[in-house]
């Protein structure tokens, strides 16, 4: 069986999960190991050992995610194409989202030209999938709710040579951005979303996937109607798996010829421990 979703990043030195269980993660992200809490990590510890030499450890305290440990200054995620720079922030992540690894080579490999299609990237966080994308040649409309993710993003295309790259910077709730682009006639070639189970707009508005999804696409398949070349939707919620997510996206989309796919996102250890890591869909058009 071909595993699509397996990240496989250990091969540049940039990522490898060294191990997980009992709810953490020890991870060596950008040549620094992290050790790190995640409700999302279950199952048993097999290397005890360099759990205790990790030189960031994040952990939940009372209602807080408290680092220990100092990160370097100039700490860089290389993605071969593009780079993020990373940081601990209060919110557990460090700025790169790795299982996505998969989809960046999606992009990179596919055969569609994407140069000047017009694709919008929601909840795009320190735009790893945009860089993807302009890289590419294509124009992106980057949104995501928090100002710091977004100049965060911004940072990593001029420290990745994309600083001229036709991307819009957009600090908007995704669905209320998405229904304004649709008032106003815009329309995309290429739609991707990484949506959270939660989040909140700029101005308070409440994003939940279980109740908002079917309406994002049923909105994105109108901003793409009759153009669409690609579409990348992933999410991480329990309870929604890649099945599930074809169905709501080919409930929707009137896709032409094309091949779509579904699969399970996940990370692996050297020796074939898997931790899952969300779900995702994706389908791109044959080349014209
Ligand atoms: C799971 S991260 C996305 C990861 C990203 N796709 C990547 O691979 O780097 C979720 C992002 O959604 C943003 N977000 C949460 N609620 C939002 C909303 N209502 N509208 C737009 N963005 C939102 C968060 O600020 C966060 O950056």
Not at 15 to 40: A, H, M, Q
Request: glycine share 10%.
């Amino acid at each position: 069986m071909v595993r699509h979703g397996v990240a496989n990043v250990m091969l540049n030195h940039q990522y490898e999960l060294l191990d997980f269980g009992r709810n953490e993660k020890l991870e060596c992200i950008g040549g620094v190991v992290v050790r790190r809490e995640t409700p999302s990590a279950p199952g048993g510890k097999t290397a005890s050992l360099v759990w205790e030499q990790s030189q960031l450890r994040g952990r939940v305290v009372g209602e807080k995610y408290i680092w220990d440990g100092t990160a370097p200054a100039d700490w860089r995620f290389d993605a071969g194409d593009f780079e993020l720079q990373l940081k601990a922030t209060p919110s557990g992540q460090v700025g790169v989202f790795p299982e996505q690894s998969a989809n960046w080579d999606w992009i990179k490999q596919c055969p569609t030209d994407l140069a000047g299609l017009k694709a919008i990237n929601l909840f795009g966080y320190t735009g790893a999938t945009t860089l993807s994308l302009a890289k590419r040649g294509a124009q992106v409309v980057h949104v995501d709710a928090a100002k710091s993710v977004v100049s965060w993003a911004r940072a990593n295309a001029l420290s990745s040579g994309l600083a001229d790259s036709p991307i819009r910077w957009m600090v908007e709730d995704a669905l209320t951005f998405v229904r304004r682009e649709l008032k106003r006639g815009n329309r995309y070639d290429i739609i991707v979303a990484d949506p959270p189970s939660f989040g909140r707009g700029p101005k308070g508005e409440r994003w939940k996937l279980q109740r908002d999804l079917i309406h994002l696409i049923e909105s994105l398949s109108a901003l793409s109607q009759g153009r669409c070349k690609m579409v990348l939707l992933s999410c991480h919620t329990p309870g929604i798996d890649h099945g599930q997510l074809r169905r709501e996206v080919e409930n929707q989309f009137q896709f032409e010829s094309g091949t779509g796919s579904s699969f399970a996102l996940e990370l692996c250890t050297r020796d074939n421990k898997s931790l899952p890591s969300g779900n995702c869909f994706r389908w791109v058009a044959d080349k014209s």
